[in-house]
């Protein structure tokens, strides 16, 4: 089991995963900035200046305890959001995942690639045996990339936050390090499907 201190590239069909810079705030601050983003992800009471997001991604390659990664577009380079490994458990091997993708990154399977390549990278490369997550339950897009990708659900926190003025769910996923190894992220795929993705 090594430490999250690399910060590799991952190539995958359609999305590179690369480490993050300063340069990349301005963009990840209009990701941020965006109604849907926004709107599933957990509010923060925290402003997020362009000072401040500088700071934080320029710092997240000296972070040894944890993994974030920036997901750019293969064909065009350009940045769309973000994938983390974080909360590491070095006992229990474990660790969070999160991610999210900007409007010019949704609908084209960049989400879903870049979920499969960190986490495979997470269970492959530095041992994990188990990847767990929270998304909120009226986020069908990411629960289905979750699903996609080998989640499974394990429970819901039922009501346990109050968005705009309605009560949502939680819903808490993972993945275990026998499971990756089964199905390598593609959990409904049939071998015997050559067109099956």
Known sequence: MSDFSVKPVLTGDRAVLR????????????????PEVIRFTDESSEEFTLERLRSWYG???DQPDRLDLAVTDRATGELVGEVVLYEW???????VFRTLIGPRGRGRGLGTEATRLIVGYGFEQL????????????????LRVYEKAGFVVEG????????DGQWVDW????????E??????????NALDPTAR
């Open 19 to 34: 480490p993050f810079t300063e340069a990349d705030a301005a963009v990840m601050k209009e990701i941020i900035e965006d």
């Open 89 to 95: 458990d070095p006992k229990a091997r474990s660790c």
């Open 156 to 163: 819901v926190r039922r009501e346990a936050d109050l968005r």
């Open 59 to 61: 710092s997240r390659s």
């Open 180 to 189: 990756w190894a089964s199905h390598q992220g593609r959990p409904g795929l």
């Open 127 to 142: 041992g994990l045996h188990r990847v767990q997550l929270e998304a909120y339950g009226h986020n069908p897009r990411a």
């Open 171 to 178: 819903v808490m996923m993972a993945v275990l390090d026998r």
